[in-house]
């Protein structure tokens, strides 16, 4: 595989994680910096080790992975999603026109992110099993691919910082039906 290819391939394994990134940055604009930075971080690891993972595995545990990799990303991101579209219409009702209380921030937890990054990093187990039989240079693309989904995010929270100020509260509500978005793409596929 080329350097343009991996490239190429490397982008259109991050565009979740970057539509989950600008999501995030919806619901969690009062994290600090340094807390915002965990998510390009777990998301490229994880779109590092997944390629890795899926050219290991290579065989059985390959295919009833990635028989069932839709269902999983669909109930990880809906269940998540669906709790966001819920948070932010509470929010909405309850605190109309109210300065934020820090009581009501969310917290940003680390198990969660864990979920997030498994969930839009699954596509590239199989990407993993796909070049085990290309017998491409698997360190070298995955290592490609991780710094392509770290840098995409680091553009996503930029995006998702400007965005979540300026749409509020309705922010964390949009946030949920990209994920629920997301997932129903991955379990129509």
Same mark, same amino acid.
């Given at each position: 595989?080329?350097?343009?290819?991996?490239?190429?391939?490397?982008?259109?394994?991050?565009?979740?994680?970057?539509?989950?990134?600008?999501?995030?940055?919806?619901?969690?604009?009062?994290?600090?910096?340094?807390?915002?930075?965990?998510?390009?971080?777990?998301?490229?690891?994880?779109?590092?080790?997944?390629?890795?993972?899926?050219?290991? #595995?290579?065989? *059985?545990? %390959?295919?009833?992975?990635?028989?069932?990799?839709?269902?999983?990303?669909? @109930?990880?991101?809906? =269940? &998540?999603?669906?709790?966001?579209?819920?948070?932010?219409?509470?929010?909405?009702?309850?605190?109309?026109?109210?300065?934020?209380?820090?009581?009501?921030?969310?917290?940003?937890?680390?198990?969660?992110?864990?979920?997030?990054?498994?969930?839009?990093?699954?596509?590239?187990?199989?990407?993993?099993?796909?070049?085990?039989?290309?017998? #491409?240079?698997? *360190?070298? %693309?995955?290592?490609?691919?991780?710094?392509?989904?770290?840098?995409?995010? @680091?553009?996503?929270? =930029? &995006?998702?910082?400007?965005?979540?100020?300026?749409?509020?509260?309705?922010?964390?509500?949009?946030?949920?039906?990209?994920?629920?978005?997301?997932?129903?793409?991955?379990?129509?596929?």
């Amino acid at each position: 595989m080329s350097t343009l290819e991996i490239s190429i391939l490397g982008l259109a394994l991050a565009t979740d994680a970057f539509s989950v990134t600008i999501s995030n940055s919806f619901l969690y604009q009062h994290e600090s910096r340094g807390r915002m930075m965990l998510m390009p971080t777990f998301f490229g690891i994880f779109q590092f080790a997944m390629p890795l993972a899926g050219y290991v #595995a290579g065989g *059985l545990a %390959a295919q009833i992975i990635e028989q069932y990799a839709d269902i999983v990303t669909f @109930l990880i991101l809906g =269940f &998540i999603g669906g709790n966001m579209v819920y948070s932010g219409y509470m929010a909405l009702r309850d605190n109309a026109d109210n300065e934020e209380d820090q009581t009501g921030r969310k917290a940003f937890t680390i198990p969660v992110l864990i979920l997030q990054a498994i969930a839009t990093a699954i596509d590239a187990f199989a990407v993993g099993v796909s070049f085990r039989a290309q017998t #491409a240079n698997i *360190l070298g %693309a995955s290592c490609a691919i991780g710094l392509i989904t770290f840098a995409v995010c @680091l553009v996503a929270l =930029f &995006i998702g910082k400007k965005l979540g100020s300026i749409l509020g509260d309705r922010a964390e509500m949009i946030g949920g039906f990209v994920l629920i978005a997301i997932g129903l793409k991955a379990l129509l596929q």
